[in-house]
């Protein structure tokens, strides 16, 4: 597949440096591209670069004319890359059709162009939409509902009547329906309490790979719109994510939590259960939440306090065994002194 210069600054809101009838046939790292390739310079060590790259084209931000390449000057680099990419991957598209070594249940509705391909299970009374694309070893139990444009990728579980709407991408392994976490304790052992609910997906969401996201005691367990989660995220029961918000790597969400829209919880953060995480909240890496946060806060450290606060603590702490020290020092010549005040 070829694409001008011109078509691509089309896409991405671009204005071109260069000849714009120039052909494309790809898009590549700024260190690997080809002369046929287009690539970006997104960080700042490359803007000086330019002249280094092989590739024949260049997506660069607004603030950059000259170069002895094409250049595409856009305003926002990572959203020209998210989509140039996703254009050029527009021709990778899966085999249609339903594999005679895939295990199909009992009432079975798909839509068309369907892509399921062997080692495929599905259970009983299972809905799929249109184009959707189920990777060897994907099991979809009993009773799911998936909507359109669903990708599933390879040894995904999608569990008993749990819901996933349109254009939802779930990466390997994850685990979506696993039960929640619920036993009651009498004093000696421990009893399972059932998890009866579900989870839902809305659409527009990607799940990382090997996440798992526990079904609702009762009632769902809600990934909103537009979700984003990266690998090794776990969620768990009666969990609320609120409309494009992203959960880095590593992140634990403790039960009945509700998170906001727009908001970002970093690689390695903890959320205690029953917690509130307003909107548009940034939560920094490896963070532990026991309260809830207000709308529009950046909070990092365990116990989560506000960001400013944290790095003034982070930055005491590493002072504290020469304050230990002080201390000591002082504390002897207090006594010293209240020893010669008694003597006199």
């Known amino acids: 597949m070829e694409i001008s210069i011109r078509k691509i600054a089309r896409l991405v809101g671009g204005k071109v440096t260069g000849d714009d009838r120039l052909l494309i046939n790809g898009v590549a790292a700024f260190d690997a591209a080809g002369p046929n390739n287009i690539t970006f310079a997104i960080s700042p060590r490359y803007k000086g670069q330019l002249h280094q790259t092989k590739a024949a084209a260049v997506i660069v931000p607004v603030d950059i004319y000259k170069a002895d390449k094409v250049l595409v ?4 680099p990572h959203l020209a890359l998210a989509k140039v990419s996703r254009l050029f991957q527009a021709g990778n598209k899966p085999a249609i059709g339903i594999s005679r070594k895939a295990c199909i249940g009992k009432d ?3 839509g068309k162009e369907a892509s399921i391909y062997p080692g495929v299970f599905i259970g009983d009374n299972v809905s799929l939409g249109n184009h959707v694309t189920l990777h060897p070893g994907v099991v979809v139990c009993d ?8 990708v599933i990728n390879s040894n995904v579980s999608v569990l008993k009547d749990c819901q996933i709407g349109n254009r939802v991408i779930i990466h390997a392994g994850s685990v979506i329906g696993s039960d929640g976490f619920g036993f009651a304790h009498d004093g000696d052992r421990y009893h399972k309490i059932s998890q009866i609910g579900i989870v839902r997906i809305d659409d527009d969401v990607e799940i990382g790979a090997c ?27 009666n969990v609320v994510v609120g409309e494009d918000t992203v959960l880095v790597a590593q992140v634990g969400i403790s039960g009945s939590v509700t998170i906001g829209n727009h908001s970002i919880l970093a690689g390695q ?54 304050m230990k020290k002080q201390l000591s020092n002082l504390e002897k010549r207090i006594q010293g002194l209240e020893k010669k005040t008694a003597k006199e």
Not at 73 to 76: A, D, G, K, L
């Open 211 to 237: 996440n798992t996201i526990d079904r609702a005691t009762f009632g769902q367990t809600w990934i909103k719109r537009g979700v984003k989660t990266d690998n090794l995220v776990h969620i768990a029961h």
């Open 108 to 110: 079975f509705r798909c």
């Open 269 to 322: 953060a903890g959320v205690a259960q029953h917690v509130n995480i307003g909107d548009r909240v940034t939560i920094g890496g490896q963070s532990g939440i026991t309260k809830s946060v207000p709308n529009g806060q950046v909070v990092s450290g365990t116990p989560g306090m506000p960001h400013r606060l944290w790095l003034k603590a982070s930055s005491i702490t590493a002072k504290l065994p020469d």
């Open 143 to 150: 009773g799911v509902r998936i909507g359109d444009d669903v």
């Open 73 to 76: 000057r856009v305003e926002n």
